[in-house]
């Protein structure tokens, strides 16, 4: 098992942040978290993307910090999180398992959107679906390959902001070309470098 809870981040472009150098570039920076993994000196690290619209910023040491949200968000700083969780729902190995009991359950993992993903005791979701549903939904995932295996929660959420009008506005297009394009080309420029299989 890892040794520590997560210090370290990873930068978008796929840096691994280590030491004080590398991190001070990004000290207090509002960045985004698509995932979080476990190294191969067995200590965690954050993957993250640096966006306007998180409340969660970088201190010292690489600790995560949560603060107030900044309250007005460009559409293209929401966009920015929609392609990245996008990305790493779409092509990551780490979602493989994810990807599968989507299909499994009748849902083309290629065509489904991904807000937010969030690591507890179960791995929490936050998806919008090919119709435009939007869902919260909880996954176990197996406890020697890490990946998703049966989700444990499902809900049909109800509220409605500019990221979920954005992902509606997606889905909901007769052409998504441009969008896919754009989420393939973010994961392999971003995030293919350092994407592997989850350790226990």
């Not at 942040?17 to 990004?26: F, K």
């Not at 700083?77 to 190995?93: F, G, K, P």
């Not at 444990?152 to 052409?175: G, K, M, N, P």
Request: proline share 4%; charged share 30%; with cysteine.
């Amino acid at each position: 098992m890892p040794s520590s809870e997560p210090k370290f981040a990873v930068y978008a472009e796929a840096l691994c942040i280590g030491d004080r150098d590398e991190l001070a570039p990004i000290f207090g920076k509002r960045v985004g978290i698509i995932d979080r993994f476990v190294r191969d000196d067995g200590t965690w690290a954050y993957r993250v993307f640096e966006t306007k619209a998180s409340p969660v910023i970088i201190c010292e040491e690489g600790e995560l910090e949560y603060v107030d949200p900044i309250p007005y968000v460009t559409d293209e700083e929401n966009m920015e999180n929609i392609v990245a969780q996008t990305a790493d729902l779409r092509y990551s190995v780490r979602h493989k398992g994810l990807r599968a009991i989507l299909s499994a359950d009748g849902f083309d993992p290629m065509r489904c959107l991904q807000i937010t993903c969030d690591q507890g005791d179960d791995v929490h979701v936050t998806l919008v679906l090919p119709d435009g549903t939007i869902i919260g939904a909880d996954y176990k995932e197996h406890p020697e390959t890490r990946q998703a295996f049966r989700f444990s929660q499902w809900e049909v959420l109800t509220y409605c902001d500019r990221e979920v009008e954005l992902c509606r506005e997606i889905t909901s297009a007769d052409d998504s070309s441009e969008f896919d394009s754009r989420v393939k080309e973010y994961y392999e420029d971003q995030l293919s470098r350092t994407d592997r299989g989850l350790s226990c």
